[in-house]
């Protein structure tokens, strides 16, 4: 069997919520300490290998390392260390929601700020992690867009479907100064942009909705991908190449109906008009024949496994049509707060059980028997060895196990 070797060491990877918005006028959210994922990054990379996962999606929190153009990022020190003693490889995630507070998003100065700090970043983790060059230059750009600048959640608190859309044009434009700059730095660099791949349908009683619906599924869904790919407004520089490796983010809310106010209502697990994830995966692969990750899925609570499964078969059934999927993030690896209400979402690998001041990893036993079935079923390593990078993952042998299985797309989400 011809070795075609994966972008990652390994097919499954995972990673860390690590939003820093200014949320709901409230004040600044840090998820990375509110996980205490600081205080364990030691310990969380541990599990990730003893999970056979050898690549995780990482932040580092622009807000907290930039005060006014200067930068200090000694924080990043212990992640750093963590990362070369378990040999895990990131992908730095540089905008996860978050900026300085004396910026303007939609002002020229926003742009420029946000390429020297993507330049200094990648200056300074430059060689000093396992693997090859991977960031994620602005988290979402989508999602930001409705979050801060439709629905008034985050910064810098706009609403209206205007601003909307000047917020993701502005966004789209920082991400691609921003990867030029890295590439100044790491010219081999691969980006991951990622966007929630997402279906939205009209109510069954407002079929005149339909319009609207189709527009959020097949323009919205992927103005900020077609920005960066250079396909739309190619005077800010984006190309194929910048674009690089589309992330999409796959979750059950992710298919839904459509609200002409607010966020919208998602669709049961077993409603006929939801679409199937391979179907999805060809769409995205048809627009821009780049490879694909799936950048963060997850079920919730008991739902996991079973969420595991359908992911995994819609995948399989992806790839046997011949689309470069490169792998799958099980996201997030330790659970997460609500945004909303700050209750645990249990959505993770490992639940976060509260012990005095701690917090406790505790594996979510049927997720990772789910995960350690699909290990087998793929020949994927279950526990990453001395060196994961000295054997690439074939996709081939991924390849293959999807025509031999054969998955057949459906429309149950479990």
Known sequence: MAVTPGIFPTFFLSGFECSTFHWKRQGRRDLV???????????????????????????????????????????????????????????????????????????????DRFARYCRAAAEYVSGRTPGPACFTPINEITFFSFCAGEWGWAAPYLTGRDHRFALRK??????????????EVEPQAR???????????????????????????????????DILAGRDHPEFGGSPE????????????????YREQGPHQALGPRDERIQPLADLLTVVWERY????????????????PAWLKDVMEESLAAMARGIDLQGICLFPAVDMPDWHTGEWLHNGIFDLVPEGEALRREP??????????????????????????????????VRAAAQRLQMQPDRDWS
């Open 242 to 257: 910048v674009l690089d490796i589309v992330g999409v983010n796959c979750y059950s809310f992710g298919q839904m109906e």
């Open 364 to 397: 979510y036993g049927p997720y990772i028997d789910e995960l350690r079935r699909w290990q087998k079923t793929l020949n994927r390593v279950t526990v990453l060895d001395e060196d994961p990078f000295s054997d690439p993952v074939n996709l081939e042998e």
């Open 191 to 225: 980006m991951v942009n990622v966007d929630p791949l997402v279906y939205v349908v009209p109510p069954a009683d407002r079929p005149d909705l339909a319009d609207e619906a189709r527009e959020e599924t097949f323009k919205d869904t992927f103005a900020a991908w």
């Open 33 to 111: 300490a509110e996980t205490q994922h600081d205080r364990c990054v030691r310990e969380d990379y541990a599990l990730l290998r003893g999970l056979g996962i050898a690549v995780a999606r990482e932040g580092i929190p622009w807000p907290l390392v930039e005060q006014a153009g200067v930068f200090d990022f000694s924080r990043l020190e212990p992640v750093i260390g963590a990362m070369s003693e378990s040999q895990i490889m990131p992908i730095w995630d540089l905008c996860h929601y978050g900026y300085p507070e004396d910026l303007d998003p939609l002002s020229d100065e926003f742009t």
């Open 289 to 304: 024949s780049r490879p694909i990750l799936i950048a963060e899925t997850s079920g919730l609570r008991e739902g996991r």
């Open 170 to 183: 502005a966004l789209c434009r920082a991400a691609i100064a921003g990867a030029h700059a890295i590439r």
